[in-house]
T-cell receptor, first 115, second 113 residues
């Protein structure tokens, strides 16, 4: 157990629907990062939150949004889902806000299937 | 454009044999390079992290090397075990920036008994 908890583990939904993925960071970590991993693709950075504030934004579609709550858990909202959104979505957490630090831990991911 | 290229894309070896995975990167300015192991359907787990000043780092049967001049890294696995079957991902970190991790697509390693 990495200490980063993601729910649900699996999600199947229809095109056009909206889903919410949840991530609880490791105890003491202030940053949460969201990544998308499509079949045969590397992990693509979506967005980062640090202590409740958006810190960095990557290749995140306008149909996707995220937030980090006061208890530091984060939610990734995916709307108007398309078949191409089917992927593994990973959350990672770290103590600080930069990527130069070593304490970077991934959760087990949520597998989203859009049918 | 910052890129990380890994080779081979996939590899099959017999249990007990050694293997070496390669990573070439163009990321600049460079902060550190990490190797992760990702079991199927699971999140990546860190194996080694090296800064530009480190040439080699070991973690049990895993040994990573780094040549910052040629921007190449390798991950050597000794005496492979069935549990080593996984994807191995090379990740390079920019010197600055919260979004500065560039991921390779990984090498899919299969260990056969």
């Amino acid at each position: 157990d990495s200490g980063v908890t993601q729910t649900p583990k699996h999600l199947i939904t229809a095109t056009g629907q909206r889903v919410t993925l949840r991530c609880s960071p490791r105890s003491g970590d202030l940053s949460v990062y969201w990544y998308q991993q499509s079949l045969d693709q590397g992990l693509q950075f979506l967005i980062q939150y640090y202590n409740g504030e958006e810190r960095a934004k990557g290749n995140i579609l306008e149909r996707f949004s995220a937030q980090q709550f006061p208890d530091l858990h984060s939610e990734l909202n995916l709307s108007s889902l398309e078949l191409g959104d089917s992927a593994l979505y990973f959350c990672a957490s770290s103590v600080s806000g930069g990527t130069g630090n070593y304490g970077y831990t991934f959760g087990s991911g949520t597998r989203l299937t859009v049918v | 454009k910052n890129q990380v290229e890994q080779s081979p894309q996939s590899l099959i070896i017999l249990e007990g044999k050694n293997c070496t995975l390669q990573c070439n990167y163009t990321v600049s300015p460079f902060s550190n390079l990490r190797w992760y192991k990702q079991d199927t359907g699971r999140g990546p787990v860190s194996l080694t992290i090296m800064t530009f000043s480190e040439n080699t780092k070991s973690n049990g049967r895993y040994t990573a090397t780094l040549d910052a001049d040629t921007k190449q890294s390798s991950l050597h696995i000794t005496a492979s075990q069935l549990s080593d079957s996984a994807s191995y991902i090379c990740v390079v970190s920019l010197l600055r920036g919260a979004d500065g991790l560039t991921f390779g697509k990984g090498t899919h390693l299969i260990i056969q008994p």
